[in-house]
């Protein structure tokens, strides 16, 4: 049968993508099918954070492809899942590691062993889920009913039910929603990214985990888009001093192979049993194979003190051309994960930026993500920060 369709057609419209095709990368460079060059300080959304063809992660593919296992579900035992997960949760807290397949999927799964930990000892009425106002945790039906993003949600509803909402920053907002009988969970993003790339203050997550212990609540970090050395520090929520009860990991995990992790403490992992969760695909040989890769390069102090160098650079950079542009409001971020704030819509300037070669995205509708690989040279930082300068000129001031 022949199709009328264009490739583009054919592929359900939940995106609307420009038109550049990308056919190779390199580094922080992707190219197009026409050979042009773009800086891409997306990282596929804070994915690809070794830049493309990273070498570590080419090897750890070629390396399992020699043993010719890729899968064989989790009905049976493999290396490179079982030694992740000692390696994640010897770097982040004792505990035990669930492995899937994207960011939604994590915060499925915390949610389900969330709840299961707070049933075990509250009953059928320690349900609830907190969420905070910005807050972006997926787009399946638990995850997105905890997201705020009514756009996305209204079409959709009813969607789970249970999620509270409060404010960051604002304790009296959590201790109003956040009860012993009813609450599960309560999910925050160290720094979020959707929500406009807001880094929460540390002495806030303190005051999260203070109401969580009082009320024998779980604390879930998602750091899927925050984690893995983006901030800096491996974790995010490292700089708070608080330990959450469950972690989130996901897109930087394998370098670009689709993987998340969910890391849980011990007095939840306590309560799990056979057929609770499970995932055909999570934690195959490949995917963890190339996030041991991953880990053990942007685990290392010195890959950590050179995304703060970069955080430096990006930030000098960035607030020079604040001082000269004056459609640029502000900063915010933390690490290599940077929001610049407009006065207008992102959309267009993101637009812009991609006629001068460099790839950014949005962060809500008035803020541009920076989220250049961790590994960017310096050189190329103020090549994206010149590029994002020239995209000024071609967008006129509203
Ligand atoms: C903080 C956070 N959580 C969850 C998700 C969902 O991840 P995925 O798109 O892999 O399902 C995202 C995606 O942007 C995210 O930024």
Same mark, same amino acid.
């Given at each position: 049968?022949?199709t009328t369709k264009t490739g583009r057609e054919a592929l359900l419209a939940v995106y609307a993508p420009p038109e550049a095709v990308f056919v190779e990368g390199r580094g922080a460079w992707l190219f197009d099918d026409e050979g042009r060059g773009y800086l891409d300080f997306t990282s596929g959304i804070?994915v690809t954070?070794?830049g493309h063809d990273a070498?570590?992660?080419r090897?750890?593919?070629?390396?399992?492809?020699?043993? #010719?296992?890729?899968?064989?579900?989790?009905?049976?035992?493999?290396?490179?899942?079982?030694?992740?997960?000692?390696?994640?949760?010897?770097?982040?807290?004792? #505990?035990?590691?669930?492995?899937?397949?994207?960011?939604?999927?994590?915060?499925?799964?915390?949610?389900?062993?969330?709840?299961?930990?707070?049933?075990?000892?509250?009953?059928?009425?320690?349900?609830?889920?907190?969420? !905070?106002?910005?807050? !972006?945790?997926?787009?399946?039906?638990? *995850?997105?009913?905890?997201?705020?993003?009514?756009?996305?949600?209204? @079409?959709?509803?009813?969607?789970?039910?249970?999620?509270?909402?409060?404010?960051?920053? &604002?304790?009296?907002?959590? $201790?109003?929603?956040?009860?012993?009988?009813?609450?599960?969970?309560?999910?925050?993003?160290?720094?979020?990214?959707?929500?406009?790339?807001?880094?929460? %203050?540390?002495?806030?997550?303190?005051?999260?985990?203070?109401?969580?212990?009082?009320?024998?609540?779980?604390?879930?970090? $998602?750091? +899927?888009?925050?984690?893995?050395?983006?901030?800096? &520090?491996?974790?995010?929520?490292?700089?708070?001093?608080?330990?959450?009860?469950?972690?989130?990991?996901?897109?930087?995990?394998?370098?670009g192979?689709?993987?998340?992790?969910?890391?849980?403490?011990?007095?939840?992992?306590?309560?799990?049993?056979?057929?609770?969760?499970?995932? *055909?695909?999570?934690?195959?040989?490949?995917?963890?194979? /190339?996030?041991?890769? +991953?880990?053990?390069?942007?685990?290392?102090?010195?890959?950590?003190?050179? /995304?703060? %160098?970069?955080?430096?650079?990006?930030?000098?950079?960035?607030?020079?051309?604040?001082?000269?542009?004056?459609?640029?409001?502000?900063?915010? #971020?933390?690490?290599?994960?940077? #929001?610049?704030?407009?006065?207008?819509?992102?959309g267009p300037l993101v637009a812009a930026a991609r006629d001068e070669g460099l790839l950014i995205c949005s962060?809500? @509708? &008035?803020?541009l993500?920076l989220l250049p690989p961790?590994?960017v040279p310096?050189h190329e930082l103020h090549e994206g920060v010149e590029r994002l300068a020239r995209a000024f000129q071609r967008v006129?001031?509203?």
């Amino acid at each position: 049968m022949t199709t009328t369709k264009t490739g583009r057609e054919a592929l359900l419209a939940v995106y609307a993508p420009p038109e550049a095709v990308f056919v190779e990368g390199r580094g922080a460079w992707l190219f197009d099918d026409e050979g042009r060059g773009y800086l891409d300080f997306t990282s596929g959304i804070a994915v690809t954070s070794l830049g493309h063809d990273a070498p570590e992660v080419r090897r750890a593919i070629e390396r399992v492809l020699d043993t #010719g296992v890729i899968h064989t579900s989790n009905l049976f035992r493999t290396e490179p899942a079982e030694a992740l997960a000692q390696e994640l949760i010897e770097l982040a807290f004792p #505990g035990s590691v669930f492995f899937c397949n994207s960011g939604a999927e994590v915060g499925e799964a915390a949610f389900k062993f969330a709840r299961r930990w707070a049933r075990s000892a509250g009953g059928a009425a320690k349900h609830e889920i907190v969420s !905070f106002g910005g807050g !972006f945790h997926g787009r399946l039906f638990g *995850t997105l009913a905890a997201t705020d993003r009514p756009r996305y949600r209204e @079409p959709f509803e009813p969607l789970m039910p249970g999620v509270r909402w409060a404010t960051v920053g &604002d304790l009296a907002s959590v $201790d109003a929603v956040c009860s012993r009988e009813r609450t599960a969970a309560v999910v925050i993003e160290p720094v979020q990214g959707e929500g406009g790339v807001r880094p929460v %203050d540390p002495e806030f997550l303190r005051g999260l985990r203070r109401i969580c212990d009082e009320r024998e609540v779980a604390l879930v970090f $998602d750091e +899927i888009q925050c984690g893995l050395g983006r901030t800096g &520090d491996l974790f995010a929520h490292e700089a708070s001093g608080v330990r959450p009860d469950v972690l989130g990991l996901a897109k930087p995990l394998a370098g670009g192979l689709p993987m998340g992790a969910v890391i849980v403490a011990p007095h939840i992992a306590e309560t799990i049993r056979p057929g609770d969760h499970g995932t *055909t695909f999570g934690g195959g040989p490949l995917v963890a194979s /190339v996030a041991r890769a +991953i880990l053990a390069k942007v685990s290392t102090p010195e890959f950590l003190a050179g /995304v703060r %160098d970069r955080e430096r650079a990006l930030s000098e950079a960035v607030d020079a051309l604040i001082a000269s542009e004056p459609r640029l409001k502000g900063r915010r #971020g933390r690490g290599l994960m940077q #929001g610049l704030l407009v006065d207008e819509a992102a959309g267009p300037l993101v637009a812009a930026a991609r006629d001068e070669g460099l790839l950014i995205c949005s962060a809500g @509708p &008035d803020v541009l993500r920076l989220l250049p690989p961790l590994n960017v040279p310096i050189h190329e930082l103020h090549e994206g920060v010149e590029r994002l300068a020239r995209a000024f000129q071609r967008v006129p001031a509203p």
